[in-house]
Every structure is written in C-alpha cells, then in structure tokens.
Nanobody, 115 residues
Framework: VPMVESGGGSVQAGESLRLSCATS?????????MAWYRQAAGGRCELVSS???GDADSVKGRFTTSQNNAKNSVWLQMNNLKPEDTAVYYC?????????????WGQGIQVNVSS
C-alpha cells in the first residue's frame, strides 16, 4: 500500500523540515516498525532512520523518527539539513534492502537543500 508523505520542500542548509507519513487506506502501522528511506538522483535507496534501528551515521544527531500507531502516523524530524540530504524521501516498513526504492511505495516527497 503506498504511503502518503508530506512536508517536503526546498530549504537552505541549516534549516529544518518535518516530514509526515500516513497510509492511503486500510493499512495500519500497528505491528510494523516504520522507517524512512531516501534516494538521491543516481543514488541507491538508503535507510535513513527507523524506529528499531535508529539513524544512519550520515544523519545521526540531526534526524529523528517517531511513530504513533493510534494516529496511524509516522514523522521524520530533520534538523540542520545539509545539501547532501537532497533526495526523494519515503516512509515504509523496515527491512528493504534493494538498490532502488520500489515504485509501489508511491511517489515519496522531494527534499531539496541548497547551500
């Protein structure tokens, strides 16, 4: 089931964004550890932050994932953004290992960080 991400956009380096994720219908976050992935142009699908495994080294101390099953929502708080954080961001259940973020995840949300 594709997720619906929101909250992306274009910011300057050092600024913050908060991404939100909700289901498109019928699927519950309860019982799933959710995560945020990103894929930059020409890059691989990268696990950025997850509920059970924490944050990637590249974002540690700057990004935080939170999940509220009662609200069926997941958030990614991104602080002190850097140009290398520019990518399409997706929320999905933990465990994806493929080189590309799969199309069935939906369109994701674009984050652009300029220096």
């Amino acid at each position: 089931v594709p997720m619906v991400e929101s909250g992306g956009g274009s910011v300057q380096a050092g600024e913050s964004l908060r991404l939100s994720c909700a289901t498109s219908g019928g699927w519950s976050f309860a019982g799933h550890n959710m995560a945020w992935y990103r894929q930059a142009a020409g890059g691989r699908c990268e696990l950025v932050s997850s509920i059970s495994n924490g944050d990637a080294d590249s974002v540690k101390g700057r990004f935080t994932t939170s999940q509220n099953n009662a609200k069926n929502s997941v958030w990614l708080q991104m602080n002190n953004l850097k140009p290398e954080d520019t990518a399409v961001y997706y929320c999905a259940a933990e465990g994806w290992l493929g080189d590309d973020c799969p199309k069935y995840w939906g369109q994701g949300i674009q984050v652009n960080v300029s220096s």
